[in-house]
């Protein structure tokens, strides 16, 4: 087993719902072994309330999330990205910028569980929802010997995971 830290960046255009989800779920579950971050394109500046209450939900720390530009992650200083997973197909259509180290990336399309209209608790269970999903596509990335595979291994793995529903 590798001692390696692995920094994963989730990118979404308006970084307030999907990416922090899926930094706040890789944050506990890959403690230790992955740093998490999110971002996006488009940044609106604000994180999503029900983003922060469905990792309450789920026993996670909803504290000290903010909504940024994917540019902080293309700067000197920093962190090497090992992979940079998209969670939005908006955001998948973009020109990225060029991440430091050379990431895996992959495509990890999921609806936007901010544009569901409807009552209160609809609009919970679609962020509910969406966490799930990317609580498992998380939890099977958790169980790849990333130290093993070589890199177009990792990759196809990655696109994979990506295609994983609920």
């Known amino acids: 087993m590798s001692d390696k830290v692995y920094n994963v960046l989730f990118i979404c255009t308006g970084n307030s719902a999907r990416s922090i989800l ?9 403690e230790g072994r992955f740093n998490a ?4 394109s488009h ?10 209450s ?3 939900q789920l026993r996670i720390r909803s504290d000290g999330f ?3 530009s994917w540019d902080e992650f293309a700067q000197p200083g920093a962190p090497a990205l090992d992979f940079v997973l998209t969670v939005c197909d908006r955001a998948a259509g973009e020109v990225c910028p060029v991440w430091p ?3 895996v990336t992959a495509q990890w399309g999921i609806p936007d569980p901010a544009a569901v209209q409807g009552s209160e608790e609809q609009k919970a269970k679609a962020f509910m929802d969406t966490a799930l999903l990317l609580k498992r596509r998380i939890q099977l990335m958790l169980n790849l010997p990333l130290d093993k595979l070589a890199r177009l291994s990792l ?3 990655i696109d994979r995971i990506g295609q994983t529903r609920a």
Do not use: C
Request: aromatic fraction near 6%; hydrophobic fraction near 30%; charged fraction near 20%.
């Open 22 to 30: 899926g930094e706040g779920l890789l944050a506990d579950f890959g």
């Open 54 to 56: 469905t990792l309450k």
């Open 66 to 68: 903010r909504s940024k």
């Open 155 to 157: 990759q196809r793995e």
């Open 43 to 52: 940044p609106h500046g604000v994180v999503n309330p029900l983003a922060l």
């Open 37 to 40: 971050y999110s971002a996006g």
């Open 101 to 103: 180290g050379h990431p």
